[in-house]
């Protein structure tokens, strides 16, 4: 076995509760040496350590140094000094991360810190050297760092993540003759020269992952958040499928889920789902205490065959919190020994994403907020919707703080890159469906089509079968469902495509290819917007300084709560742009207050990469949420129903507004009602594909079992 075969395998000792910790150096090291160094070196980001920070840490490099030549087996001496290795670089790295903002570490005892990891990394390096002539487990260590970053969107070969780059980067700035300081040197530049670590910094938003892993690395980019769906449980295990050698460990711990597991499917794939959950609440846990529960969370999506089942998503999330918190009342017990500030330990950091795909998101909502179980609501795209569900945020969390109940951070997701996808899939079949109208063999031409989009059709007739780009393949067998099927997502997007503009301007659609390219161009440029101005209307509803404080008198006489509740309340609640498509969904939606981009690996290093560009002025884009834009895009996304049923009002809505005191134009009242959640375009296309990917996922959780 190798080095880093043994040290990824290494056994981790049982976690005692009360940790038999002396002071804070002894716990950080015992913890580290128990197979646990990120939670050692996460216990050192409290404020409690602001001013102490340089003496805690020459305490443990004075015992780790004694423990590091302490005699053993071979590979007991191995396993002991990589995690002695691996406490110190994990110090060190959070503290080139946002995490010294949050806490408040100051300038020069970082310095000062860093400058004795520094010493100590090279004098273990050294004793290494001498010992064997060369430093095999340091270098093991530091290769480990790196795989675990290029892990990240590994299982997609198409695609690319902004943290695997960052390895990358980092794997190529390597001096083998100066291991520690020019790994150092180049963690610390990717840390501090992104444009995320720029803008978490300056406080312009708050970011999070929309995918499982990676999130170590985020969190120093000040990254607070994390947000999971059955397709992204199941890219996890994919992407790390060490995940299911923990699986079944898990397994083999609760043997009650071997019972006729076909029985008990949903059971393993929440299992399944919370083993790759708890790392993920693990990274974010110091957050969560760090900002008094207002950050750093992990959403948990509901199981989508239940999402329209109040009782039944009530129960499930019931039985994942409370599971949850069994898990972190073990794991708190050594994050936060001897912290002063009293909190609530085993409290899980966890939102549940509740899909409003019914009118039963409402009441679920609801439910879940009153009993202080913070929400994330997606499968949402409409204004009407989103200000609904934010309305029963307040409903639930007002009698939560009447029982003195903190809430916590929640989200309201805007699935803005599925609203733009599924207008375009519309207007695109639009467009072909008159173009045809003036073909005599239809079926002939839509096929000749169909093939220069990419579609692998053998004959025009007969059926069709391909990937919608929503998760699930559609089958055709009609000419509209062939339609539908070469107008997805999978196949035609940007809607300018070159065969589609020339299809148009063959059949008179156009005059010429060049006029097709040049006005689907322009719708395209509108579409693109769709998402973008949902969120603007949503935030500007409830955040925005000309109507946030009107919210707040109403929470205060609607629920009879005091002025400070209703400031918890408001404050709490966060628009979550996602689902994005290219960087400006990102740059455009930047606020803050009251705002958190959630972010796809390689959307991020799309941002990233924007960012680098000489024109580039970030300023330009400091609260961009409130910028005025172009008023052609609504008067083109205006001719479409689906944009008008998602960008205005309802009744119901314009009414509570004007008992706010929100000026609203009370004839744009042909927004989505709740009775349409179900049968919203968006809404269909995203939960089939949710649907099958969970479905997908629990077989194969299943047959693991089996």
């Not at 310095?111 to 010992?131: G, M, P, Q, S």
């Not at 703080?401 to 079949?429: F, Q, S």
């Amino acid at each position: 076995m190798n080095i880093k075969t043994l040290i990824e395998k290494a056994p981790r000792d049982e976690l005692e509760v009360p940790p038999k910790s002396l002071d804070h150096a002894d716990h950080i090291l015992q913890t580290a040496l128990k197979g646990y160094p990120e939670l050692a070196a996460d216990h050192i980001l409290y404020f409690d350590f602001v001013g102490k920070l340089v003496e805690i840490v020459g305490s443990l490099i004075r015992r780790a140094r004694l423990v590091f030549m302490r005699s053993g087996s071979g590979e007991e001496v191995i396993v002991r000094r990589a995690r002695i290795y691996d406490v110190l670089i994990e110090i060190l790295v959070n503290l080139y991360g946002m995490e010294r903002e949050w806490v408040g570490f100051k300038e020069d005892e970082v310095k000062e810190t860093e400058f004795i990891i520094r010493n100590a990394l090279k004098e273990l390096e050294n004793i290494e050297i001498k010992e064997t002539g060369k430093a095999a487990i340091l270098r093991a260590v530091i290769e480990l760092k790196i795989e675990d970053m290029k892990k990240v969107m590994a299982g997609d070969p198409k695609r690319k993540g902004m943290i695997t780059v960052m390895g990358e980067n980092i794997e190529q700035s390597l001096d083998h003759d100066n291991l520690v300081d020019s790994f150092l040197d180049s963690i610390k530049n990717e840390i501090q020269n992104n444009i995320y670590y720029i803008m978490s910094k300056h406080g312009m938003c708050r970011f999070g992952n929309d995918y499982a892993i990676g999130l170590r690395w985020l969190r120093r980019l000040g990254y607070v958040q994390v947000s999971t769906n059955p397709q992204l449980a199941a890219i996890a295990y994919r992407d790390d499928p060490s995940l299911w050698d923990k699986f079944k460990d898990y397994l083999r711990k609760h043997p009650y889920l071997l019972d006729d597991p076909n029985k008990r499917a949903d059971e393993l794939a929440m299992a399944a789902t919370m083993l790759a959950l708890w790392p993920n609440m693990e990274v974010f846990r110091p957050i969560f205490f760090l900002k008094d529960y207002m950050d750093g969370m992990i959403s948990y999506q509901l199981n989508p065959n239940v999402a329209n089942s109040v009782e039944g998503s009530l129960r499930d999330a019931y039985k994942i919190y409370t599971t949850c918190e069994e898990y972190f009342r073990k794991y708190d017990a050594y994050l936060i020994w001897g912290w002063s500030l009293d909190v609530e330990r085993g409290r899980p950091n966890i939102v549940f994403k509740v899909a409003g795909s019914s009118p039963a998101a409402i009441s679920i909502t609801s439910g879940l907020e009153s009993r202080g179980m913070g929400t994330n609501n997606t499968v949402v795209y409409t204004v009407a919707q989103e200000a609904r569900l934010i309305l029963a945020k307040f409903e639930g969390m007002s009698k939560a703080v009447k029982l003195g109940i903190k809430v916590t951070r929640n989200y309201e997701t805007n699935m803005g890159g599925r609203l733009d996808d599924h207008i375009r899939e519309e207007v695109a079949a639009q467009l072909l469906a008159k173009a045809l109208e003036k073909v005599d063999n239809k079926e002939e031409a839509l096929f000749e089509l169909a093939k220069e989009l990419g579609l692998n059709v053998d004959t025009p007739i007969g059926m069709w079968k391909g990937p919608s780009g929503w998760g699930y393949d559609i089958e055709a067998d009609s000419l509209d469902k062939k339609i539908k099927l070469v107008t997805s997502r999978a196949f035609l997007r940007p809607l300018y495509k070159e065969a589609f503009a020339s299809f148009l301007s063959k059949y008179g659609l156009y005059d010429s290819k060049e006029e097709a390219i040049e006005k689907l161009k322009e719708l395209e440029g509108a579409i693109g917007m769709s998402g973008t101005l949902v969120a603007q209307r949503v935030w500007w509803i409830f955040f925005s300084p000309e109507n946030k404080h009107k919210w707040l008198a109403w929470l205060i006489k609607k629920y009879g709560i005091s002025p400070e509740q209703a400031k918890r309340i408001l404050d709490s609640i966060d628009v979550l742009p996602a689902s994005k498509r290219k960087p400006l969904d990102t740059y455009y939606t930047l606020a803050r207050n009251n705002m958190t981009n959630t972010e796809f690996p390689d959307h991020q290093l799309k941002v990233l990469n924007m960012s680098k560009q000489p024109s580039f002025n970030l300023k330009e884009f400091d609260n961009a949420i409130t910028k005025t834009h172009d008023k052609k895009y609504i008067e083109i996304l205006s001719n479409y129903p689906d944009f008008v049923k998602a960008y205005e009002y309802t009744p119901e809505l314009i009414k509570i507004f004007k008992e706010v005191g929100i000026s609203v134009d009370e004839r744009e009242d042909r927004g989505l009602r709740p009775s349409e959640w179900g049968s919203f375009g968006s809404t269909v296309k995203t939960m089939t594909g949710f649907t099958e990917s969970y479905n997908k996922f629990r077989d194969k959780c299943v047959s693991i079992a089996l």
